[in-house]
């Protein structure tokens, strides 16, 4: 197939890396070689290498139509690929479905709080508590104590205990992307996949959220995509810009704020405007100074 | 309502259901015993229509498959009920593992024609397959099943037997409601990709919300074989599977009692209004319907949630 010849080439774009064979494989947690994905003739994710150590803090960014809903939802089972391979701690999971990876470790939140709209924030956690425990079956009504301080547990992690027994419906926005957080960590992930954490959030949300996501445990691996480029620097260790569904760059926050070829893919070539003011600095950015005079 | 209110709640409707049939007639106790029937059965489809988020329009066949099985039994086997209610049971679940098989892997309107035409399936195979069936005559001369050698041949006993079994089948579907396993089943209605993503494989549940559906269905059927005294192919049609889906919506689905409320409503308007009215229950009924619908969307009993 033609991806194969793809693979080689994304491979050329990225910054020099350890080839993604076995031992890398069995050293990521989670990882794909080749993930590609066509609908139609729109290649949406096309030959795209990824690796996550233990604990990484990687986040994926790129303009809107880069792939990354695509390339999360082909990493957590939502999607097939149309070719190319995932693994989850070096076992082939390319095969199984959304359920079975994620029985075996793989959390994720989704870009719109998909949550059960007609229970209480802790009955939502109660869903993800038994599916972990392994009790979802019994037709028997539960025996609560246990269930009910795992659920407080996990409500107080994520700073929602007050809303304990609010209906989901009256939950804010933020509250409702903290209690997707409570869901996914529920069964105690291997890695978590979070697929725009503070979309939609006022600034003082996400600095609760940023907050809530630098205490996870350092053991749990995280991959995120985000349009809050601030934010992505802020907790990222490890950045991939995904760019018309390859690699266009996999680095160092400051790798990544430095390149110019992804200033391009964001803005387009011949306007290199303020795409990483914060803390880069005039001096940081390179080219046509006279792009900026209004 | 506390916990405490509903229980008295309960226990008072069930002493007034148990009393009913000493003061009723011996008309007005059958038709007692044919709402019972009625309700077990749109309770037991509610769990897949209110609980589950599976809208069925093929819920006469688990019931009529029931009905066919108990009558064939107590014509050629034994009047015993328990045989008979087992019998039942069993082929209303195995009718629902072979349906649901196919059914539950599509989703909305396709979920809704497949289980329409399975519906339609079995009620072929119930007019074609005389020599079991007894074709489109069905299975007449049902004798009345015994409990313990003594037979439940008048209306009264009977009553009380229907009222026994539909207790039995109602505190099954409202223990399953409220377990781990009823809040998976809500969980996948609001939202299936999410427990997916949590780890639950869906379509397990999903087959077996219909087979236990479909079991307390083919309950229920018994006891309108022993009731009726005859099964014809029109009861496991569209037909009855469209009045089941009517009683749940005008009662209330996901509701604990609504289903019944609407079933009662359904008897009421389409069998004992309806001959007085020269045949036209179902114009009445269909009334009705619209009427619920949009006057009170969410059914009767979450009327009180509306007027509170």
Redesign the interface.
């Known amino acids: 197939m033609s991806e194969v010849s793809e693979v080689s080439e994304v491979s050329e774009l990225g910054e020099p890396r350890e080839p993604t064979s076995s031992p890398t494989q069995t050293r990521a947690v989670l990882s794909c070689t080749g993930l590609a994905r066509a609908f139609g003739a729109l290649r949406a994710v096309d030959g795209v290498d990824l690796a996550l150590p233990v604990g990484a803090r990687h986040a994926l960014i790129g303009p809107n139509g880069a792939g990354k809903s695509t390339l999360f939802q082909l990493l957590?089972g939502?999607l097939r690929p149309s070719a190319g391979r995932v693994w989850l701690d070096g076992r082939d999971v390319t095969r199984m479905?959304?359920?079975?990876r994620?029985?075996l470790g793989i959390?994720?939140t989704?870009q719109h709080s998909?949550?059960?709209?007609?229970?209480t924030a802790a009955?939502n956690v109660?869903?993800?508590v038994?599916?972990?425990r392994g009790?979802?079956?019994?037709?028997?009504?539960?025996q609560r104590p246990a269930l009910r301080r795992r659920i407080d547990e996990l409500l107080a992690d994520v700073d929602l205990l007050a809303r304990r027994d609010m209906p989901v419906s009256a939950l804010s926005h933020g509250e409702c992307r903290q209690l997707e957080l409570a869901?996914a960590l529920?069964?105690a992930p291997r890695v978590l996949l979070l697929d725009e954490p503070a979309a939609g959030m006022a600034p003082a949300e996400t600095e609760r959220l940023a907050a809530l996501i630098h205490e996870l445990p350092t053991e749990l691996t995280l991959l995120f995509v985000e349009h809050d480029l601030d934010l992505v620097f802020r907790l990222a260790t490890r950045v991939t810009v995904l760019h018309l569904g390859k690699v266009l760059l996999s680095g160092t926050p400051e790798e990544v704020q430095g390149s110019a070829e992804v200033q391009e893919a964001y803005l387009g070539t011949g306007r290199r405007a303020d795409l990483f003011v914060t803390d880069a600095g005039p001096e940081r950015r390179d080219g046509d100074r006279e792009a900026e005079s209004p | 309502m506390t916990a405490r209110t509903r229980r008295a709640a309960v226990l008072a409707a069930l002493v007034v259901l148990a009393a009913a049939p000493l003061v009723l007639n011996d008309y007005r106790s059958a038709t007692l015993a044919r709402m019972l029937v009625f309700a077990l059965t749109a309770a037991s489809l509610d769990l897949l229509v209110g609980v589950t988020g599976l809208p069925s329009l093929g819920h006469g066949a688990y019931f009529g498959a029931g009905a066919y099985a108990a009558g064939w039994v107590a014509l050629h086997v034994t009047h015993s009920a328990p045989v008979t209610l087992a019998a039942a049971l069993a082929m209303g679940a195995v009718v629902a593992v072979v349906a649901g098989s196919v059914a539950v892997r599509a989703r909305g309107v396709f979920f809704l024609m497949l289980t329409l035409s399975l519906g339609e399936i079995v009620e072929q195979l119930a007019q074609s397959w005389s020599s079991v069936t007894g074709g489109s005559d069905g299975l007449y001369g049902i004798p009345p099943p015994e409990i313990a050698g003594i037979a439940l041949a008048d209306t009264r006993s009977f009553a009380w037997y229907v009222l026994a079994v539909f207790v039995v089948g109602m505190a099954a579907l409202r223990?399953?409601v409220?377990?781990?396993?009823?809040?998976?089943l809500?969980?996948i209605?609001?939202?299936e990709?999410?427990?997916?993503?949590?780890?639950?494989?869906?379509y397990h549940?999903k087959l077996?919300a219909f087979v236990i559906a479909g079991a307390i269905a083919g309950l229920a059927g018994a006891l309108f074989a022993g009731l009726q005294r005859v099964v014809s192919p029109g009861d496991l049609g569209f037909g009855s599977s469209g009045a089941m889906l009517m009683a749940v919506i005008i009662g209330g689905e996901a509701t604990a009692w609504g289903p019944c409320l609407g079933a009662a409503i359904v008897v009421e308007l389409r069998d004992v209004l309806g001959p007085s009215l020269g045949g036209h229950g179902n114009l009445l009924l269909g009334a009705v319907f619209v009427a619920v619908v949009f006057a009170l969307p969410g059914g009767l009993a979450r009327l009180r949630r509306v007027a509170g």
Do not use: H, K, V
């Open positions: 957590t939502g479905s959304d359920a079975r994620a029985r959390g994720q989704f998909s949550l059960f709209l007609s229970m009955e109660a869903l993800a038994e599916r972990a009790a979802p079956w019994s037709p028997l009504p539960r869901l529920a069964a | 223990c399953i409220g377990s781990p396993l009823g809040a998976t809500r969980g209605r609001d939202n990709a999410r427990m997916r993503a949590l780890g639950y494989r869906t549940y077996a």
